[in-house]
Structure formats: structure tokens, C-alpha cells
Nanobody, 122 residues
């Protein structure tokens, strides 16, 4: 059983940065896709960034491309999301997720964290 625990959320002003972390409870002994999703109030959950634990390949949603960076530290079993130049539209609860397919489809992810809140004020 894989457990994911996010941290690093908070309240910041537009233009500032945050780094989210996702601690993974087990060694990722096989290829997984690790992703960050977010859900704003009244909106559907959307995928923002994806990384393959095996190849290191990444994918970003257009809304965050050039501002967010997804990375992993295999030695620490931790996934990160560096968020720069934050905008009020980035306000949401952010979730990390693990799945076995290279996909940003929510249903393809088996394991989910509880989420961490990010609030960006103008």
C-alpha cells in the first residue's frame, strides 16, 4: 500500500513562490507516474504536472508551463512541485498522486494524498 503525504502549502502573494513536497511511504520499485493535481472551489480537479519515476520525463499543463517544476528525490522517496510566479488563479488544494500509466487522466491514478492548500492573493 502506497501512502502519500503532501506538505508545503500556504498563503502567499502574487509573484511569490512555494515548494510543495509529497512524501511517499514505500520505495517506488517499479515505474510509476507521479503527478500533481489541483482543485479550486467549484471547479473540477485538474492535472498540472506529471513525472515518470523511471525515465524522468515530465509533462505540464499549459496553465503552469514555465512557472512550475516537478521533480523527484528517489533517495528520499519525495516528490516536489516548485511553483514560481504564483497567480491568484493558482489558488487550489493540491494533491499528489501515483499511477502505473503515463497519463493525466484522474482515473488512472490509484494512490492519492490528502492535499495541501495553496492560496495566492493579488
Amino acid at each position: 500500500q502506497v501512502q502519500l503525504v503532501e506538505s508545503g502549502g500556504g498563503s502567499v502573494k502574487a509573484g511569490e513562490s512555494l515548494r510543495l513536497s509529497c512524501a511517499i511511504s514505500t520505495y517506488m520499485y517499479r515505474s510509476y507516474s507521479m503527478a500533481w493535481f489541483r482543485q479550486a472551489p467549484g471547479k473540477e480537479r485538474e492535472g498540472v504536472a506529471l513525472v515518470s519515476t523511471e525515465s524522468g520525463s515530465t509533462y505540464y499543463a499549459n496553465s503552469v508551463k514555465g512557472r512550475f517544476t516537478i521533480s523527484q528525490d528517489s533517495a528520499k522517496n519525495t516528490l516536489y512541485l516548485q511553483m514560481n510566479n504564483l497567480k491568484p488563479d493558482d489558488t487550489a488544494k493540491y494533491y499528489c498522486a501515483a499511477g502505473e500509466r503515463w497519463s493525466m487522466v484522474e482515473d488512472d491514478f490509484v494512490y492519492w494524498g490528502q492535499g495541501t492548500q495553496v492560496t495566492v492573493s493579488s
